[in-house]
């Protein structure tokens, strides 16, 4: 027997005969490979389970150092091996080798330096297990929960995607049932008044000629009857005739100018409604913007002071039906967020090949941990009841179909601005 082997086994039991010690081991470690190394590393033993486990004969193996094994693609520290051995104390690890033919094989080992009686370090002791097939096992593990998270991945996102497009197919048939509800009542105040108008204006006609008729006969009464002038005074002044003439006047004016406005919201309502235009067609966003401001204006002029800076802007091939429905959607959430005594400014603007439209506030601003949020179906940050949370979701999606961006910037209490950009050369996509 080796003279360094019986000088280990001697080391590790003196009372114990050494070869019969090392026939024990060998007869008793069938699935574990034993390895004896030198202080300096090189192989002075191995059992017959190692030169099964490495493909290495038992003299291949001798003389040479573990590093025969080492395989390009190791992943074992080795620097923190040594530190751990030469310090004394036992390492475990797993070390990715390579067998006598080439092939990778994972092994399971136990190392442990053996220590004379002055302490000193004489050999290493490794005991490894071949785990090749339980790694295999755990690998196919890992990739079939990889492939499961990915399929959960998929399927929320596949589900993200059916609950967008479900929000969005409720929003337009609810969109579609306000525009034919506003369809009808446009129709139905129209006509009403339109004749309400073409009568306010008969009569100023009218009262403008009896005025004129009544100056004639006063001038005249005073002229050739100052008697009866004079008798007719005290009644013509009790009766205020000088303010009633006036004061018809303003009504009458006062009632066009009611009558005018409503017939504008009765046109804005039929833009809303697309009675009066196409799906898709060329027009001018500023008068888009007019026209949703009127629509929102009584949601806006108790809280907050309204500022406009539109610039002159071409007209966009765009369907402003579905982008009046952005705007309203942005300015009432900025009307929602001012309490009393805000500012709401909007812009538009041509910057390159796109049309810029930005919308501000100084609201109450939005968190930070939501602003990435804002666009989620079904998301909101209003009270349970206030809101459906399918607003901004549908508005980012309108803007998306354009071809364009929609970007929120803001500050949880000191306001929030939306800017929306439109590029130019849309026209003839679907």
């Given at each position: 027997?080796?003279?360094?082997?019986?000088?280990?086994?001697?080391?590790?039991?003196?009372?114990?005969?050494?070869?019969?010690?090392?026939?024990?081991?060998?007869?008793?470690?069938?699935?574990?490979?034993?390895?004896?190394?030198?202080?300096?590393?090189?192989?002075?033993?191995?059992?017959?389970?190692?030169?099964?486990?490495?493909?290495?004969?038992?003299?291949?193996?001798?003389?040479?150092?573990?590093?025969?094994?080492?395989?390009?693609d190791g992943l074992t520290n080795y620097a923190d091996m040594w530190q751990t051995l030469l310090a004394g104390r036992q390492w475990r690890g797993d070390f990715h080798n390579k067998r006598k033919n080439g092939e990778f094989f994972w092994?399971?080992?136990?190392?442990?330096?053996?220590?004379?009686?002055?302490?000193?370090?004489?050999?290493?002791?490794?005991?490894?297990?071949?785990?090749?097939?339980?790694?295999?096992?755990?690998?196919?593990?890992?990739?079939?929960?990889?492939?499961?998270?990915?399929?959960?991945?998929?399927?929320?996102?596949?589900?993200?995607?059916?609950?967008?497009?479900?929000?969005?197919?409720?929003?337009?048939?609810?969109?579609?049932?306000?525009?034919?509800?506003?369809?009808?009542?446009?129709?139905?105040?129209?006509?009403?008044?339109?004749?309400?108008?073409?009568?306010?204006?008969?009569?100023?006609?009218?009262?403008?000629?009896?005025?004129?008729?009544?100056?004639?006969?006063?001038?005249?009464?005073?002229?050739?009857?100052?008697?009866?002038?004079?008798?007719?005074?005290?009644?013509?002044?009790?009766?205020?005739?000088?303010?009633?003439?006036?004061?018809?006047?303003?009504?009458?004016?006062?009632?066009?100018?009611?009558?005018?406005?409503?017939?504008?919201?009765?046109?804005?309502?039929?833009?809303?409604?697309?009675?009066?235009?196409?799906?898709?067609?060329?027009?001018?966003?500023?008068?888009?913007?007019?026209?949703?401001?009127?629509?929102?204006?009584?949601?806006?002029?108790?809280?907050?002071?309204?500022?406009?800076?539109?610039?002159?802007?071409?007209?966009?091939?765009?369907?402003?039906?579905?982008?009046?429905?952005?705007?309203?959607?942005?300015?009432?959430?900025?009307?929602?967020?001012?309490?009393?005594?805000?500012?709401?400014?909007?812009?538009?603007?041509?910057?390159?090949?796109?049309?810029?439209?930005?919308?501000?506030?100084?609201?109450?601003?939005?968190?930070?941990?939501?602003?990435?949020?804002?666009?989620?179906?079904?998301?909101?940050?209003?009270?349970?009841?206030?809101?459906?949370?399918?607003?901004?979701?549908?508005?980012?999606?309108?803007?998306?179909?354009?071809?364009?961006?929609?970007?929120?910037?803001?500050?949880?209490?000191?306001?929030?601005?939306?800017?929306?950009?439109?590029?130019?050369?849309?026209?003839?996509?679907?």
């Amino acid at each position: 027997m080796n003279k360094g082997i019986q000088k280990v086994f001697g080391e590790l039991d003196s009372q114990v005969d050494p070869i019969l010690l090392l026939r024990a081991v060998e007869q008793n470690s069938a699935t574990i490979a034993i390895v004896i190394t030198d202080s300096e590393g090189t192989i002075i033993y191995v059992n017959p389970r190692f030169t099964e486990m490495t493909g290495y004969t038992k003299d291949e193996a001798l003389g040479q150092n573990p590093h025969i094994l080492k395989g390009e693609d190791g992943l074992t520290n080795y620097a923190d091996m040594w530190q751990t051995l030469l310090a004394g104390r036992q390492w475990r690890g797993d070390f990715h080798n390579k067998r006598k033919n080439g092939e990778f094989f994972w092994e399971r080992a136990a190392i442990s330096p053996i220590l004379d009686e002055a302490g000193e370090i004489t050999h290493f002791l490794a005991i490894k297990e071949d785990i090749t097939e339980r790694k295999e096992i755990e690998q196919e593990l890992e990739r079939s929960v990889a492939e499961s998270v990915q399929m959960a991945t998929t399927l929320e996102f596949v589900n993200a995607e059916l609950k967008a497009a479900q929000s969005q197919m409720l929003q337009r048939e609810k969109m579609a049932s306000i525009g034919q509800l506003a369809a009808g009542v446009a129709h139905e105040i129209n006509n009403p008044i339109g004749f309400v108008s073409s009568n306010l204006r008969s009569l100023d006609k009218y009262l403008k000629k009896l005025t004129d008729y009544l100056k004639i006969l006063e001038r005249k009464i005073k002229e050739q009857a100052p008697d009866a002038w004079q008798e007719v005074m005290p009644e013509r002044k009790k009766m205020k005739v000088d303010f009633l003439l006036e004061d018809c006047d303003d009504l009458i004016a006062e009632s066009l100018d009611g009558s005018e406005r409503v017939r504008k919201i009765v046109q804005n309502l039929k833009t809303f409604s697309r009675v009066d235009q196409a799906e898709a067609q060329s027009a001018d966003l500023n008068e888009c913007l007019e026209s949703t401001i009127d629509i929102v204006w009584n949601e806006i002029k108790y809280k907050s002071t309204l500022e406009k800076n539109l610039a002159e802007l071409p007209d966009l091939y765009c369907s402003p039906q579905e982008l009046s429905q952005v705007f309203t959607n942005i300015l009432i959430n900025a009307a929602q967020a001012i309490e009393k005594d805000g500012l709401i400014r909007i812009c538009s603007w041509l910057g390159g090949d796109s049309i810029f439209i930005s919308i501000q506030d100084n609201g109450s601003g939005i968190a930070e941990e939501n602003l990435e949020k804002i666009f989620e179906p079904f998301f909101t940050t209003k009270q349970v009841g206030d809101g459906t949370g399918l607003g901004m979701s549908i508005s980012y999606e309108i803007v998306k179909k354009h071809g364009g961006k929609i970007v929120i910037d803001s500050e949880l209490g000191k306001g929030t601005t939306f800017t929306i950009e439109l590029p130019l050369d849309r026209e003839g996509d679907e």
